[in-house]
């Protein structure tokens, strides 16, 4: 079982460019959970999808940023004309319908130059 | 909406106890997560309590008080590799998300 993997690890991209963070849930998983991380700061909720559903977008910022879960593939967390302000480690977990626990991913650390 | 408040750095000796407590306000309640995450890792999950009590696991325990808002993580015989940060999180009422903490960063010393 190779748990929440999470591509790429590191990603720098120029102000203005596009981020593009994917995510693949553990096996048998069809709920993914996005989170951000500030440095020495807890993890804030971003979004949380089901299979080519978005259930609570409640705390993705209105523009440029939006994630999708298709039918087939990993899940994938896009966040248009970076600013400074979007380096950070996003997180994705998955779970069971159902399950009590969250299972994190390695996190992909975005730097914006 | 959520409110989850627990201390920034606690500092204990190996071999020490040492008790995390986190405090929560939110609008619906169900279920009292810990995570330990060490620096530049994913987050592990290390307990869950969703009723008044004590959880044991190993050197680990959690306690939880719905009525008081409360709850708190107990690391016994503290070893070095328990220095981390730990992160309490309130699940909500409909069971969608976690609502973390700003997370507490132990630092364990000879």
């Known amino acids: 079982n190779a748990g929440v993997m999470q591509n790429p690890r590191h990603l720098v991209r120029r102000r203005g460019q596009e981020a593009r963070l994917r995510c693949s849930p553990m096996?048998?998983?069809?709920?993914v959970y996005w989170y951000r991380q500030l440095p020495e700061e807890g993890l804030k909720f971003m979004v949380y999808l089901q299979k080519e559903n978005i259930i609570d977008e409640s705390g993705m910022p209105k523009e440029r940023f939006s994630a999708e879960f298709p039918k087939e593939g990993p899940s994938i967390l896009r966040i248009q004309q970076v600013v400074r302000g979007d380096s950070a480690a996003y997180f994705c977990a998955s779970s069971h319908p159902g399950a009590n626990v969250l299972t994190f991913g390695a996190g992909s650390r975005l730097t914006v130059l | 909406g959520q409110n989850i408040d627990q201390p920034t750095e606690m500092t204990a000796t190996e071999g020490a106890i040492v008790q995390i407590n986190c405090t929560y306000q939110t609008s619906g309640f169900n279920g009292l997560f810990w995570y330990q995450q060490h620096a530049g890792e994913a987050p592990t999950f290390l307990s869950y309590?969703?009723?008044?009590g004590l959880e044991e696991k190993g050197r680990f325990s959690s306690f939880l008080s719905r009525s008081k808002g409360y709850s708190y993580l107990l690391l016994k015989e503290l070893q070095m590799k328990d220095s981390a940060s730990y992160l309490c999180a309130v699940r909500d009422a409909a069971g969608n998300k976690l609502t973390f903490g700003g997370g507490t960063r132990v630092l364990v010393k000879p």
């Open positions: 309590n969703v009723l008044d």
């Open positions: 096996k048998g998983h069809s709920h």
